[in-house]
């Protein structure tokens, strides 16, 4: 791989450039942020944005706590397209509709528990047998989206299954939409010890927030433990790393195959049912946004690699909750939040500029390592 | 299975009706069965059901569950033959093997009419009612309902088998004629109007019934015209075609002349004979030809799958509104669109190599994300209050006049005739620059650098700057688009540009075949025009609910089958279908053998 | 007296700990046919690499008449004057035999945009002389890749006839220097000893210098001026064939020790 030591064509001077002012304007905002705390109403300040407030601690933790939990679900999410990414060299477009599965049936499914008196009388069995259907839905839809769509194509040039899962995602999204009807479809109400704030040490955590965390370090957890101490993890690790001395060391590669699918559609499904327990709604296209952010968390952190994962998911989760407070405002943008989402592409965009592998470096099997 | 592989074997007797793979019959039945629950749930048969094919024997509602036992009864029993197996004649094994797959799937759409009468799942199933019901009951109650489908399914995947035992020419004509007839009933508003425009009311009328739908003898006539072209007819065509063919090679310039004169006749007389709506409708395939033009440059020829393309339809759009409308906030020159166009041009260029740089070193698929990306944050910025000041925000920029060319004629949206014009003109452009740029130096570097990015740098080729050029061609296309929509809706606002255009563009260009000029006009026309676009009704507005269903699936079928389009770029099939077309060649004797080479007759002469 | 073209001095690059080149010292004089040796695994391949511009160096320096190619893009080298063929033939599969000899003159023509749009006069002289020349270097092979076969995919070929015409695709970028990398591998005996013949042309008829790895030791006999032989990223002998040949570091690197004396 060629390594270019200077720029020397127009775009590589516009790309340095561009990585230069991303930094200078992400540095300057942050250190205009911060005299804004330090002295309000510094004259810097007031030129910019006279109406500019100081962030309260209040504001400012729950800034973090909602960026950790988002961030939380992020890297649920960007688990399956590293996976499916480090065995099988594509991006699998669809897995923001599995994570959409995962909410919808969470919403069906509690809604009757609801209608059944379960949810508020036993709130606890309730939530566990919501995340187990949504994890059997998620889980189905990612092994048979496999299974019809992508198994046929193993081994053709990359685009052609990210092709195909585009379409794949299209179907699903609008199967949701003519089936159970287009529009918002809300959770029931949450008992209200999940809607109180939690304290712990110096932060103030609203239930639900909490919840979303522990039910993510759980997960991270049962994965750790699969991919690590378990026969099927190794066999994943080894297919994920050449499948096909893998095959001729024994391991059955289609059903590994499948099983990273699986695994990953359940990640995908207990973020889809958390994403409804916290914000309460979801609609067909709850899926693609947070899909594609998910994606970016993942090359963010290193492709393949499912640490970099997760910490790609919360560094993308936090950037995008505290960036527009951060950094837009003190730049005297206005409207600020409108831009979250756009946030998110920069942080991806930043990355691939500076540092391609990631923060923690890409796991490539070596059929794609370029 | 190529046709030029004829198995010199002998074909093997036919084999036993109860000889079957039993458990592949099963699945594909219940695989049948999962398709017409499915199919029944999204409410197609219902919605669709206004719609008539031939009055009163068939409606769309009912076509969309009809073809499916006879599709999976053909695929139940296809047979896959390679060089060495031996084939089987076909008989009655495959009339019983369709006939099992449509019981089984009839089976489980009695099933449903059973579970609709008796419960009551319309939460969360929206389209759980009684005029589902009645539909798939035909109003005579459950047992009738129940005992129709599983006889016609059954009956219905025979024929699918049945159609093995047939011989090609048979094939044909029933392909033939059953196309004829469904294009003809989709097209029937279309053909209304043209109707009405070369005074061909006898026609329609011999055809149509007044309520809608083809009548039965218009079924007939059509059929007897299908039939008369496969037999007969289509031998002349081809004829002709290869008359015409060889008079090109002969005098190009004078055939291609005349050739374009009689097309640019064509389109220039057409839309004088089209109705309003017609127009309308061709007006907005037109915009959509035009980006998918544009899109077919940076995918099809350079390989760059550029999924945040709306990005630039958004960049013409909104230069062209900011340029020309009085009403734009901050800049505001009002300038006529025909000098507008120029800065649009311009700020096309900005905007693909702004975008293409930082892209065009990233590996394919991060590219396609990436650019996803792109296309997201600009329409964000568009529409934030940040930028309002530029774009209008969320309240986008309104009162842009029409579309003033060098002071004669302005184009306004409300005559759709002359905005179809304007949008030909357009389409002619992009599919000249497409032309040209194909066959010329800068198209040839664009394959080498789809087909091997390495080694084409090898041979000299600076791959960054073929890529961003393919980039900005495509931008400039997309710029066009956007600027002629901007004058012909009156007004641009951001949710003209979510990235489920850029979806349906790609869809076009990949369903219509990538590289492929008639391919993608033919992807236009169908997607656009009949089932409609992202935010407009086709031809069959009915559809509206169902298009981007439909889309989905058509480029998941597209990429299992042919990969290239329906109506493939013969490079693009080559790519795709390496292995057969080998075998084919080699086949056909034009395959490469060393025993050929006349130059040194075996002997070699020193240095 | 002859013009150095290429002088590449204390050349070494190092993958992962791993000194695949080192200190390598090589130079080729205009009109030499110059072939490369050595065991598998010794860096020739590598070696093209470094001089196309496909990797960098860790250290010293590669000049092409005079100038430094340290740093340029693949494409710029082969601007500069030094065309290559790939070890696995690569081909542009799905595009004609003529487009591919078209296409790799693109570093010596310049018509743009502008000119496939207008159809200008300079546009259609160049397609024409474009046209011509690939034409021309086709031929070079007899009539093996011309007639009917211009207009073919070249996936189409025989294998044989592929390597020929990634040799002509060389050819065509109007270098001053080719590479050829293993140009007989996987040909029979007739087609070497053709092949062996018209590397030799090259030079004579169409003025090319050649640097060529082979393994075929007949062929690099027949043809070479000079061989170079190169071992774990080293050059361990230099000269005519014949000294090359029975150069006693030379046999031992492709032969082994013999077992008494490997203790």
Known sequence: MRHKAAPRTGVDWFLTFLRVLLSALVTFGLLAFIWQQIDPGNPLADAINPDATRLSWDAFQGLVISGLSQGAMYGLIALGYSMVYGVLGFINFAHGEVFMVGAMTGMITSNKLFEAGVWEDNFLVAILVAVLISIICSTLTAVVMERVAYRPLRGSPRLIPLITSIGVSFFIQNTSAVLLGPGAKSYPRLPDWLRDDVGIGPFDIEGKKLLVLVVAAISMGALWYLVERTKTGKAMRAVAEDKEIASLMGIDVDRTIVTTFAVGGAMAGVAGILWGILFGSVTEFTGFLPGIKAFSAAVVGGIGNLGGAMAGGLTLGSSESLAPQLVLEPLGVTGHTQLKDAVAFLVLIFVLLVKPTGLFGERLSAEDRA | ?????????????????????????????????????????????????????????????????????????????????????????????????????????????????????????????????????????????????????????????????????????????????????????????????????????????????????????????????????????????????????????????????????????????????????????????????????????????????????????????????????????????????????????????????????????????????????????????????????????????????????????????????????????FVAIAIYVSWRLENSRIGRAWMAVREDESVAEAMGINTVNSKLQAFVVGAILASFSGAIFAAKVGSVFESSFKILVSIVILVIVIVGGMGRIAGVAAGALVLVGILGGPNQPGLLAEFSEFKLLIYGALLIWMMLKRPEGLIPNVRRSRELHQEEFLQDAWLKGQADDDDDGEATNGKVAPA | MSERLLDIQKLSVTFGGLNALSDLDFHVDKGEIVSVIGPNGAGKTTFFNMISGMVTPTSGDILFKGESLLGLDPNQVTARGIARTFQNVRLFANMTILENVMVSQHCRTKQGIIGALFQTGGFKREEQEIREHGEKVLGFFGSRLVGYRLHQPASVLSYANRRRLEIARAMATMPEIILLDEPVAGMNPKESEELTGLIGKLRSEWGFTIVMIEHDMGVVRDVSDRVVVLDHGETIAQGSYDEVSTNPQVIEAYLGRPAEEAS
């Open chain 2, 1 to 425: 299975m190529s046709e030029t592989m004829n198995p010199t074997s002998e074909m093997a007797p036919a084999r036993g009706a109860l000889d079957q793979d039993w458990r592949k019959v099963v699945n594909w039945g219940l695989i049948l069965a999962l398709a017409l629950i499915f199919v029944s749930l999204t409410d197609m048969p219902e919605k669709l059901d206004k719609r008539i094919i031939v009055e009163p024997l068939l409606s769309m509602g009912y076509l969309s569950l009809v073809w499916i036992p006879i599709a999976l009864g053909n695929i139940v029993t296809r047979e896959v033959v390679l060089e060495g197996m031996t084939q089987h004649k076909k008989g009655a094994r495959e009339l019983v093997a369709g006939l099992v797959v449509g019981a089984i799937g009839g089976l489980g759409l009695a099933l449903l009419i059973w579970l609709l009468d008796t419960r009551d799942l319309s939460d969360p199933l929206v389209n759980w009612n009684d005029a589902l019901l009645e539909v798939l009951t035909f109003g005579e109650g459950v047992g009738y309902g129940v005992l129709f489908w599983i006889l016609v399914s059954a009956g219905l995947g025979a024929i699918g088998g049945a159609i093995h035992l047939l011989p090609k020419l048979a094939t044909r004509l029933l392909l033939a004629i059953s196309l004829t007839i469904v294009l003809a009933a989709a097209l029937e508003s279309a053909l209304d109007d043209i109707s009405e425009g070369f005074r061909l009311e006898w026609l329609f009328e011999a055809l149509f019934e007044k309520k809608g739908g083809l009548s039965v003898q218009g079924a007939i006539i059509l059929a007897v015209f299908a039939t008369a072209w496969v037999l007969f007819l289509g031998g002349q065509a081809s004829k002709g075609k290869a008359i015409v063919q060889a008079k090109r090679e002969e005098t190009p310039v004078a055939v291609n002349a005349i050739g374009l004169t009689l097309i640019a006749a064509g389109a220039i007389l057409l839309p004088m004979f089209l109705g309003r709506l017609t127009n309308d409708l061709l007006t907005n395939v037109g915009l959509f030809l035009l980006l998918a033009l544009g899109l077919n440059i940076v995918v099809g020829l350079a390989g760059i799958l550029d999924l945040g393309y709306v990005a630039f339809f958004a960049v013409g759009g909104y230069t062209a509104a900011i340029m020309t409308s009085p009403s734009s906030p901050g800049l505001s020159p009002a300038l006529p669109w025909w000098v507008a166009i120029f800065i649009v041009v311009f700020m096309a260029i900005v905007a693909g190599l702004f975008i293409g740089a930082p892209v065009i070193r990233m590996r394919g698929d991060y590219l396609a994300i990436v650019t996803l990306g792109f296309g997201e944050i600009i329409r964000l910025t568009v529409r934030s209050d940040w930028a309002s000041g530029f774009t209008g925000g969320a309240q986008g920029i309104l009162s842009i006049p029409g579309a003033d060319i060098f002071g004669v004629v302005t184009v306004k949206g409300t005559d759709p005739q002359q905005v179809l014009y304007l949008v030909m003109a």
